[in-house]
Every structure is written in structure tokens, then in C-alpha cells.
């Protein structure tokens, strides 16, 4: 029988047809541990059922297990930035992100619950303090995480006031931090990310956690400093102890004022 000789054209063709069916082979078998967070957005409170016109701002993150999902999240966030994880953190962050939605929602409802607290000074009957986080955890439930909760309580002190912190929508403000029983702002992630989701859009007053004192060169404010610095962002960036400290700035506001430097 006389054996066949393929032609240089067919060569090439399955050449082309073959090396990236093995990159891609490749980049699913080579496994890779690592944890993503992307900038993300901001959000008015409003969407939480609040009569507010301040911003909560959410990142997007996630993990990894191979190259092709990082070449794909890659492709589909900006400022995407990637922590290698060792075998324990690894464990640690696929349960977080895929079986915990009963904890993270449980973080969610006390910062939500907290923030009524905190503002509920008109708020008279038991039942309609419950209410009112029912409502609000009702709205948020695309949302995970209790990050939120200093922009929730802002929002409920102009909805309870009747005022508007934006000056009638002159000034975008946003911000990030938990929200203790009494008032105390807590320390969050990702405040890179943020910091990059505020300046994206535009913010004009960006609320931080103030816990330098407490958490020194690992705190947020440590943490935005160097960002802000390093990354050259415009961007006035306000650290807050309390939720009162954060009502003073606004009620206080004068344009320009930047307190984080």
C-alpha cells in the first residue's frame, strides 16, 4: 500500500487547529490557588429601599482554579488583582465563596440591624424596627457582604431628616465600612479595589473605616494612603471612627477639603 505524505498546506492547517486545542488543554489541567477581587461599582442607597442620596460600593471577587479562569477574569474585570492562596487558605475561601451564603447573609442582617439602630431614634414600635430591616435586607439581596452598613445608617439619617447630603445631587458620595451596635465604623477588604470603583466614578466624598490606631500599617487607612499615593488618585478620601464622625463631615462639607493624605 502506498503511504500518504501530507501535503505542507494540511501541516500547517492541523498545526493551527491543534496548538491552541493544547494551550487550552493545558491552562484547565495546570490548577492555580488563587483569590481575585476587581473593581467594582458604586450603588445608591436607594435601591435598598432607603430615601438616601449617598452610595455603598461593592467589588467583585471570587477564586480561581486554573488558568483559563484566570485568563477569562482577567478579561472581564478591570483592576483585577490576584492573591496566591496557599492548601489552608485555599480550603478557607472556596467555602467562603461557594457554601457560605447563610453567613455571609447573617453578617449582612447585623450591620443592616445595627444600622437602624443606631438611626432609629423615630422609629417608635418594635415592629416597625423590624420592619424596616426586613425591608431593607429585602431590597439588598443581590448584594452580599457587610460592608454597606455605614452608607445604610447615612442614608437612614437623611431619610429620617428629611435632608440630602448631595446637595441635590451636586456631590456624589460614597463609602465603605461595617457598622457595630454603637455606631462604630468597622474595618472592611479590598480597599484597593474600592478606592479604584470610587474613582472611577467620579466620587466626590469617599467614606473609609479610621482604624490606623488600632490596626497600624495593616489597617485601611494604612492600606488607602499607600494606594492613593502609589496609584496618583483624585480622590478626597475621609476615614471615619463613628457614624456621627461621618454626619459631622457632611453637615460640615467644605469642597475640596481632603482629609487622607
Given at each position: 500500500?502506498?503511504?500518504?505524505?501530507?501535503?505542507?498546506?494540511?501541516?500547517?492547517?492541523?498545526?493551527?487547529?491543534?496548538?491552541?486545542?493544547?494551550?487550552?488543554?493545558?491552562?484547565?489541567?495546570?490548577?492555580?490557588?488563587?483569590?481575585?477581587?476587581?473593581?467594582?461599582?458604586?450603588?445608591?442607597?436607594?435601591?435598598?429601599?432607603?430615601?438616601?442620596?449617598?452610595?455603598?460600593?461593592?467589588?467583585?471577587?471570587?477564586?480561581?482554579?486554573?488558568?483559563?479562569?484566570?485568563?477569562?477574569?482577567?478579561?472581564?474585570?478591570?483592576?483585577?488583582?490576584?492573591?496566591?492562596?496557599?492548601?489552608?487558605?485555599?480550603?478557607?475561601?472556596?467555602?467562603?465563596?461557594?457554601?457560605?451564603?447563610?453567613?455571609?447573609?447573617?453578617?449582612?442582617?447585623?450591620?443592616?440591624?445595627?444600622?437602624?439602630?443606631?438611626?432609629?431614634?423615630?422609629?417608635?414600635?418594635?415592629?416597625?424596627?423590624?420592619?424596616?430591616?426586613?425591608?431593607?435586607?429585602?431590597?439588598?439581596?443581590?448584594?452580599?457582604?457587610?460592608?454597606?452598613?455605614?452608607?445604610?445608617?447615612?442614608?437612614?439619617?437623611?431619610?429620617?431628616?428629611?435632608?440630602?447630603?448631595?446637595?441635590?445631587?451636586?456631590?456624589?458620595?460614597?463609602?465603605?465600612?461595617?457598622?457595630?451596635?454603637?455606631?462604630?465604623?468597622?474595618?472592611?477588604?479590598?480597599?484597593?479595589?474600592?478606592?479604584?470603583?470610587?474613582?472611577?466614578?467620579?466620587?466626590?466624598?469617599?467614606?473609609?473605616?479610621?482604624?490606623?490606631?488600632?490596626y497600624g500599617m495593616y489597617s485601611n487607612e494604612s492600606e488607602a494612603r499607600q494606594v492613593l499615593r502609589e496609584e496618583n488618585l483624585d480622590l478626597n478620601v475621609v476615614?471615619?471612627?463613628?457614624?456621627?464622625?461621618?454626619?459631622?463631615?457632611?453637615?460640615?462639607?467644605?469642597?475640596?477639603?481632603?482629609?487622607?493624605?
Amino acid at each position: 500500500m502506498k503511504s500518504m505524505k501530507l501535503s505542507k498546506e494540511i501541516k500547517i492547517s492541523i498545526a493551527l487547529v491543534a496548538v491552541p486545542l493544547v494551550i487550552s488543554f493545558l491552562l484547565i489541567l495546570l490548577p492555580v490557588q488563587e483569590e481575585y477581587t476587581a473593581r467594582g461599582e458604586i450603588a445608591p442607597v436607594s435601591d435598598l429601599g432607603i430615601n438616601g442620596s449617598v452610595h455603598f460600593t461593592y467589588v467583585y471577587s471570587g477564586i480561581i482554579e486554573n488558568y483559563l479562569d484566570k485568563f477569562y477574569v482577567f478579561l472581564e474585570f478591570d483592576d483585577v488583582e490576584f492573591i496566591t492562596l496557599d492548601d489552608d487558605e485555599y480550603e478557607f475561601y472556596t467555602e467562603y465563596y461557594v457554601g457560605s451564603d447563610a453567613e455571609e447573609d447573617a453578617y449582612k442582617e447585623q450591620t443592616v440591624a445595627n444600622a437602624v439602630h443606631v438611626t432609629a431614634s423615630e422609629i417608635g414600635e418594635e415592629d416597625v424596627f423590624q420592619d424596616k430591616i426586613d425591608d431593607i435586607l429585602y431590597h439588598s439581596a443581590e448584594y452580599y457582604g457587610d460592608s454597606m452598613g455605614l452608607m445604610v445608617a447615612i442614608g437612614l439619617v437623611e431619610e429620617m431628616n428629611n435632608v440630602d447630603y448631595s446637595r441635590h445631587g451636586s456631590l456624589t458620595i460614597a463609602g465603605t465600612g461595617t457598622l457595630e451596635y454603637d455606631g462604630t465604623v468597622g474595618s472592611i477588604g479590598a480597599v484597593k479595589q474600592k478606592l479604584f470603583t470610587a474613582a472611577a466614578n467620579d466620587v466626590d466624598i469617599f467614606f473609609i473605616p479610621k482604624d490606623e490606631d488600632i490596626y497600624g500599617m495593616y489597617s485601611n487607612e494604612s492600606e488607602a494612603r499607600q494606594v492613593l499615593r502609589e496609584e496618583n488618585l483624585d480622590l478626597n478620601v475621609v476615614p471615619v471612627e463613628t457614624l456621627d464622625d461621618a454626619i459631622e463631615y457632611l453637615e460640615n462639607y467644605d469642597t475640596g477639603k481632603v482629609l487622607l493624605q
